[in-house]
Structures are given as C-alpha cells and as structure tokens.
C-alpha cells in the first residue's frame, strides 16, 4: 500500500507565499514523476507542475515564474514553493505520483493525495 500525505495548504493575501510538500510512503521501489494538480471551485482538475526523477521540470504557463517545484528523491518528497500568488491560485492542490511497489517494481501506479486547500484573498 502506497500512499501520499501533502501539507502546507491554507490562507495567504494576495502576492504573499506558501509552500506545499508531499511525501510518499508505503512499500516503493521507485517513484517516476511528481506533479502537483490543482481543482478550483468549478472548474476541471489542471496540472499545475510536474518533476521526473532525473530533476527535469514541467509548468503551467500561468504559474511560470511564480512557482518552482523540488524533490528530495531520499525522502520521497516533493516540494511547491508558491510566490506572487493571486486569487485565481485558490483551488485545492493535490499531489500526483508514477509509483512503483516493491511487489511490482516494473509497473507504475498512478496515486494521488487527499488534497490540501489553498486560498488566496484579494
């Protein structure tokens, strides 16, 4: 059993920051890419940022610039750090990951998060 636990969602004003991280657990032999997607009120779920496991990164054109994803592949994390943030950000974020298990390191798994909220005040 594979799961993701993200964190660091809540309330920030306008141009403030915040900071997301996501760590798997369970029985993994390896994790391909980490993306965080985002789903506002009403709208579809849209892939906001994505990394694979070589560090190559991946944008949204409307969070080029203000956001910059990491992973710390030791501790099967990955980061967003969010700046400049505005309110057509509030959504709630969840993390997406391609993950292998030990009982199956050659097929990957698509596994998501709970979701965390973001809200952003004008």
């Known amino acids: 059993q594979v799961q993701l636990v993200e964190s660091g969602g809540g309330l920030v004003q306008a141009g403030g920051s915040l900071r997301l991280s996501c760590t798997a657990s369970?029985?993994?032999?390896?994790?391909?890419?980490m993306a965080w997607y985002r789903q506002a009120p009403g709208k579809q779920r849209e892939m906001v940022a994505a990394?694979?496991?070589?560090?190559?990164?991946n944008y949204a054109d409307s969070v080029k610039g203000r956001f910059t994803i990491s992973r710390d592949n030791a501790k099967n994390t990955v980061y967003m750090q969010m700046s400049s943030l505005r309110p057509e950000d509030t959504a709630v974020y969840y993390c997406?990951?391609?993950?292998?298990?030990?009982?199956?390191?050659?097929?990957?798994?698509?596994?998501w998060g709970q979701g965390t909220l973001v809200t952003v005040s004008s």
């Open positions: 990394v694979n496991s070589r560090g190559s990164t």
């Open positions: 997406n990951a391609l993950i292998a298990t030990v009982a199956e390191p050659t097929r990957y798994f698509e596994v």
């Open positions: 369970g029985s993994i032999f390896s994790i391909n890419v």
